[in-house]
C-alpha cells in the first residue's frame, strides 16, 4: 500500500510538472517568451543623396529621378531613404560624375553622354546617331552585352551603372531658321551633346555644349541658333517655342536614349545583399516607366505645339540626312579609333545592331508600314 501511495504521489507530481510546460510555467519557457516579445533594437536607416544633371521637377527627366528615389525608399520600406537634388542645388549639372565617384553623392541621375571629355566610351551608353531605339538599347543592355561592358567602362571611377529610362526617338531639334540643305548648316551655332554634336560639327555646324537649365536663355538672347533636347513632351514644358519657330525631324542623333542611375561603388557595396537588389530593381521599374510616360504624352505636346503655339513642324530634307549618315559613319569610326574602350562598345553595339535591324525589317518596319497601309 505504501508503494501504491508513493507511486500515486510520483504520478501527481508528473502531471503537476507537465502542466507547468504545457501552460508555460517554467522559468526556460518564461525567459524565451521575454526575449521573444522584446522589441527588436531600432535600426538607423541608411541616407543616400542623389544629384542630377535635371532642373527640378523636370518632366519626365527630373521627375524620373525623384520616382526612382521613392521606390528606392517604398521598397526597402524606409531602410533606405534617398533624397534628390536637382542640378545646382548640391553641385552643378555637369559635376554629377565626379561627386558620385568621389562620394560626395551616393547616386547620380543623368546622361552618360555628358561624360564623354572624361570617359569618351561613356556616350555609348545614351545614344548613337542612327543607332538603336530604345526597345534594342534596352536589349543590347541586358540580354546583348551592353551592361557588362558599361559596368566594366566605369568600374575604374569607383561607380555602378544602371540605366533608368529612356526617351524613345527625340526630334531633331528646334531652329531659328529654315534647314534646306546641308549649306544650312555650315556655321550655325547648336546647342547638341554626345556623338551628335560631333556628326553635326563635321557637316559644318558650331557645337555648343551646355546644360539644360541654359538653353532657353542662349536661344533667346542668339548666343545659340539652334538647339535638341528632348521631344515635345519636354520641349513644351521648357517653353521652347517661344524662343524657335522651326521643328524638325526625325531625331537621328537620338534614336533611343538611355537615362542613367550611376551609384558611387563603396556606397552600393556597403549595402545588405536584399538592398542591393532593390536599387536594382527600382532602376530596371523606372527604365520601362520613363519610356511609358514619353510614349503616353509625346503626341498631344506635339499637337498643342502646333495649334496653339504654331510651331512649324519641319521634315529633314533626305539629302540632309544622308550627308549627316556618312558623316555619322565617319564620327563612330573615328571615335572608336582613337579610344580601345571606345572601340570595344561600338563593336559590340554595332554587331547588335545589324542583327535586329534584320529581324526589324520583318517584324517592327513591315507590322508599321501594313499598319498605315503602305
Known amino acids: 500500500m505504501q508503494k501504491l501511495a508513493n507511486l500515486s504521489k510520483l504520478a501527481l507530481a508528473g502531471l503537476f510538472s507537465l502542466s507547468l510546460v504545457a501552460c508555460g510555467g517554467s522559468n526556460e519557457s518564461k525567459t524565451n517568451e521575454t526575449a521573444q516579445a522584446a522589441p527588436a533594437a531600432k535600426v538607423e536607416p541608411i541616407e543616400w543623396k542623389m544629384v542630377t544633371t535635371w532642373p527640378k521637377n523636370f518632366p519626365a527627366l527630373g521627375t524620373g529621378a525623384e520616382k526612382l528615389a521613392t521606390s528606392i525608399t517604398e521598397m526597402s520600406g524606409g531602410r533606405l531613404k534617398v533624397k534628390v537634388y536637382a542640378a545646382g542645388e548640391l553641385v552643378p549639372a555637369l559635376e554629377a560624375f565626379d561627386a558620385v565617384s568621389r562620394g560626395t553623392a551616393q547616386m547620380g541621375h543623368a546622361a552618360s553622354y555628358y561624360w564623354k571629355g572624361k570617359v569618351p566610351a561613356a556616350q555609348f551608353f545614351t545614344t548613337t546617331p542612327f543607332g538603336l531605339t530604345a526597345q534594342e538599347m534596352n536589349s543590347w543592355l541586358y540580354s546583348g552585352g551592353g551592361m557588362e561592358l558599361w559596368e566594366e567602362i566605369y568600374a575604374p571611377f569607383n561607380i555602378v551603372p544602371m540605366a533608368a529610362g529612356n ?10 531658321k529654315e534647314i534646306n540643305s546641308v549649306a544650312d548648316l555650315d556655321g550655325l551655332k547648336m546647342r547638341m551633346p554626345g556623338l551628335g554634336g560631333e556628326v553635326i560639327a563635321k557637316a559644318g555646324a558650331t557645337v555648343v555644349n551646355m546644360p539644360g537649365s541654359e538653353i532657353f536663355t542662349a536661344l533667346q538672347t542668339g548666343a545659340i541658333d539652334a538647339t535638341e533636347w528632348v521631344g515635345p513632351y519636354n520641349d513644351l514644358a521648357f517653353g521652347i517655342y517661344k524662343a524657335a519657330k522651326y521643328y524638325y525631324f526625325p531625331g537621328w542623333q537620338e534614336p533611343g536614349s538611355a537615362v542613367e542611375t550611376f551609384i558611387n561603388k563603396d556606397a552600393f557595396a556597403a549595402l545588405p545583399k536584399d538592398l542591393q537588389q532593390i536599387v536594382r530593381a527600382a532602376a530596371r521599374q523606372a527604365n520601362a516607366d520613363m519610356l511609358d510616360e514619353f510614349t503616353a504624352l509625346n503626341n498631344s505636346a506635339l499637337e498643342t505645339l502646333v495649334n496653339e503655339h504654331h510651331v512649324q513642324l519641319k521634315r529633314f530634307p533626305n539629302d540632309v540626312l544622308a550627308e549627316l549618315r556618312t558623316a555619322s559613319d565617319k564620327v563612330m569610326a573615328e571615335v572608336a579609333a582613337n579610344d580601345p574602350a571606345s572601340q570595344k562598345v561600338y563593336d559590340s553595339m554595332k554587331a547588335f545592331k545589324e542583327k535586329v535591324m534584320k529581324w526589324h525589317e520583318i517584324s517592327e518596319r513591315a507590322f508599321i508600314n501594313a499598319r498605315a497601309g503602305e
Open 167 to 176: 526617351t524613345g526617338v527625340q526630334m531633331g531639334g528646334w531652329f531659328n
